[in-house]
């Protein structure tokens, strides 16, 4: 059987689909690039050292610094932990009505963090692993039915944020009786006290591709590795 020639309207018919799709395809996907984003921004740092006074082994490195939103989007149910550290988060200081001693109310979770919306982070970190130790926020982009699916993360180094402090101590000069500071070097093997366990391990190297993204799945679904 011979088939029917096609006729210009025909082809009109099919090319104005394939414009269509090809449209709605495009818009669909740039749509996505240029979706409304949280971005996490560390600012006003500060590192300190919180020392016994027993041995600098037992000493821990502290931060604090303030985190904003600085991304064009919102973020929901903010949650932010420590990967080799033990993290913190926390609202305004505040004084108390009769102006002595002052706090800060502390959240395991945020519900919404707006642009330009900020909190307080407290971080205490063994300062053996300063360098490879992580701020971890997950958050979900949008409130949806499927909230896991709609989970994001990032880390963000504690180097990157503040430099590890160096180990300093006051200590009583006895030959004219004042105190001095006293700088410790870095002890080749620290321990962190029982009291800062960090939240979770650190993550595993990126050469070990399997175990990296089965601690990120971990972190992202609340079960920490």
Request: charge should be positive.
């Amino acid at each position: 059987m011979e088939t029917e020639p096609m006729t210009f309207a025909s082809v009109a018919a099919i090319a104005t689909a394939v414009s269509v799709t090809a449209t709605l395809v495009l818009s669909l996907f740039w749509r996505m690039l240029d979706g409304r984003r949280a971005e996490w921004v560390a600012h006003s740092s500060k590192s300190t050292w919180r020392y016994d006074g027993e041995s600098p082994q037992s000493a821990a490195a502290a931060l604090e610094c303030e985190v904003a939103n600085t991304g064009d989007g919102d973020a929901y149910r903010v949650e932010v932990t420590g990967a080799g550290c033990q993290v913190f988060v926390q609202g305004e200081k505040r004084t108390s009505s009769h102006g002595f001693g002052s706090w800060r109310e502390q959240f395991a979770l945020v519900p919404r963090m707006g642009s330009g919306d900020h909190f307080h982070l407290t971080v205490t970190c063994d300062p053996g692993v300063w360098h490879e130790a992580r701020i971890v926020f997950t958050w979900t982009a949008s409130p949806t039915r499927f909230r896991r699916l709609s989970r994001r993360m990032r880390t963000m180094r504690l180097s990157d944020v503040a430099p590890r402090p160096p180990l300093t101590e006051e200590k009583l000069n006895e030959e004219w009786g004042g105190y001095e500071t006293v700088e410790h070097s870095i002890p080749a093997r620290t321990y962190m006290p029982e009291e800062y366990t960090p939240d979770s391990a650190l993550p595993p190297r990126r050469t070990r591709v399997f175990s990296r993204l089965k601690w990120r799945l971990s972190v992202l679904t609340g079960r920490r590795a």
